[in-house]
């Protein structure tokens, strides 16, 4: 395996992914691309704390009327995840649209052999109404996919 996609979301979680995610592909002697994909402009003004590094925008109203401006929210976000690694060979690739096309379009362009993604606590009902995007990427992709749980920690 010389290429690891890590699927890399807006949520402190992430870091556990990235972090295992990058640690199978040093292993594997792999190159290493983060991928964040810009889906739901609403999604960057969540209040989180200060995660990978990153302190987002907690004293800040982002306007969600301008797409320019929350590309950069989401570029910044995933150059300081990339920096937070300390390797400046790892590279990192923004997209937009849909999130699971859009990292499956993404790994296929890239040539990435393994694709890492976290799988969150969903609810059943939440799972059989909208399915979730690691089993989304598992249905259509020929890429094989390693998922690292990230469950809250009272489940």
């Known amino acids: ?11 402190p979680k992430s870091e556990r ?8 592909a040093k292993k594997l002697g792999a190159e290493v691309c983060l ?9 960057y003004g969540v209040n989180y704390p200060n995660f990978m590094g990153y302190e987002g ?18 570029k910044n976000f995933l150059e ?4 937070h690694l300390d390797d400046p060979m790892v590279t990192t690739h923004l997209a937009e649209g849909p999130t699971s096309a859009a990292i499956l379009d993404y790994a296929n362009k890239w040539n990435a ?5 976290g799988t969150h606590s969903h609810s059943v009902l939440e799972k059989v109404l909208m399915g979730t995007t690691a089993s989304r990427i598992l249905e ?7 998922l690292i749980p990230v469950k809250n920690d009272s489940d």
């Open 1 to 11: 395996m010389k290429k690891v996609l890590i699927g890399l979301d807006y949520n």
């Open 17 to 24: 992914v990235t972090k295992k995610g990058y640690e199978l």
């Open 35 to 43: 991928i964040h994909v810009l889906a739901d402009v609403s999604y």
């Open 57 to 74: 925008f907690n004293e800040m109203q982002v306007d969600l009327n301008v797409i320019s401006e929350l590309r950069e929210v989401a």
């Open 80 to 83: 300081t995840a990339a920096k």
């Open 113 to 117: 052999d393994l694709i890492v993604l």
């Open 140 to 146: 259509k992709t020929k890429i094989p996919v390693y």
